[in-house]
């Protein structure tokens, strides 16, 4: 008569098909749609960002690649619902320089925690800002614009896109190290400040390609430097902040997916991989490049790298200016 396997024989035997589950999952991954969530409304700039690379990653992973938007709370929700999915893979998340650097300075206490909650898979695009005056304001060069604003102080106003984004921090960081006093004005969107500086009703602003080109084309605005390494090729002609007296000085929004934190090892570098090339992919590179966006491939951990760079010059910066929204 046969023994019934022992318990211990058994337990040795689910064990072992515990530990080898995540192997399997990990070399059939994906077997179903994954779903990318935005912490934007539909129809933006960053749905328009997602929709143009989520076609060619699904194709690159095999699977349906779905957007769901989930706007509110300056995209604090989207981060949040996110960072408390399944880490399985199956869930994207548009990452930006706001949900992972800014916000960890201008609010008190998050939902989620960006270092911890999440894994960066890589970079998408960066938008580079460059500081944007009317035709009409005097000062035509960075140089003569600090000193107008050193002889006065207080008087001149910048239009911003709200206070702790890019564009405004863009303006604190010029002011800190120019050792200028110039007053932000906010508006709801970079639309708005484009129509202020074209209207000439505040000065200045800063602005990316994608915003300021069409105004720039009509002569509508002066770029006076754009906040990059080098000089951007659409824009041969507008020198660098560097060239212009201030070194190190780089200020760009940027984009790439990320995912909850404890998803498999393999899992990332499988959904690294096809991130890679289809940012890579001439058609989304083009499509990119035509808003004024750079595409910037990256890994994982040169996004990581990325992230705390930024934290690292932001955070201090917003808290020295003492900035909060709530």
């Known amino acids: 008569m046969r023994k019934p396997p022992h318990v211990l024989h058994l337990l040795l035997l689910f064990l072992g098909a515990a530990l080898l589950a995540p192997a399997a999952d990990a070399q059939t991954y994906p077997s179903k749609p994954i779903r990318w969530i935005l912490g934007y409304p539909p129809g933006g700039g ?23 938007n989930r706007p ?5 929700v989207g981060a949040e619902a996110a960072a408390k999915s399944a880490p399985d893979g199956y869930t994207l998340f548009m990452a930006d320089n706001g949900t992972f650097v800014f916000h960890t300075a201008l609010y008190k206490k998050l939902p989620y925690d960006p270092n911890k909650d999440f894994i960066p898979v890589g970079m998408i695009m960066r938008a580079y800002m460059m500081l944007v005056t009317n035709p009409s ?10 000193a107008t604003a050193k002889a006065q102080p207080g008087q001149l ?24 006093d110039i007053v932000n004005i906010p508006f709801k969107g ?64 940027w984009q790439g997916i990320a995912v909850p934190a404890g998803t498999p090892n393999d899992v990332v570098a499988r959904l690294s991989a096809a991130l890679m090339k289809t940012m ?36 201090p910066l917003i808290r020295q200016l003492g900035l909060k929204v709530d």
């Open 137 to 146: 304001f005097a000062p035509q060069t960075l140089q003569e614009l600090v």
């Open 46 to 68: 960053t749905d328009f960002i997602a929709r143009t690379v989520a076609q060619t990653l699904s194709a690159n992973l095999g699977q349906p690649v779905v957007i769901e």
């Open 72 to 76: 509110g709370a300056a995209a604090i």
């Open 157 to 180: 106003n910048n239009a911003s896109n709200g206070s702790g984004t890019s564009h405004h921090l863009a303006m604190e960081l010029l002011k800190q190290r120019a050792g200028v």
């Open 190 to 253: 970079t639309a708005a400040v484009a129509q202020e500086v074209v209207s000439g009703r505040v000065p200045m602003g800063f602005l990316d390609l994608s915003v300021a080109r069409g105004h720039l084309a009509a002569g509508k605005m002066r770029a006076l430097a754009v906040a990059s390494k080098k000089r951007l090729p659409p824009l041969p002609e507008v020198p660098t902040f560097e060239e212009s007296g201030f070194p190190d000085f780089e200020v760009f929004a």
């Open 280 to 315: 890579q992919s001439p058609e989304v590179s083009k499509r990119l490049g035509d808003v004024g966006m750079e595409v910037t491939p990256s890994t994982s951990e040169q996004m990581a790298q990325i992230i705390r760079s930024d934290q690292a010059l932001w955070v």
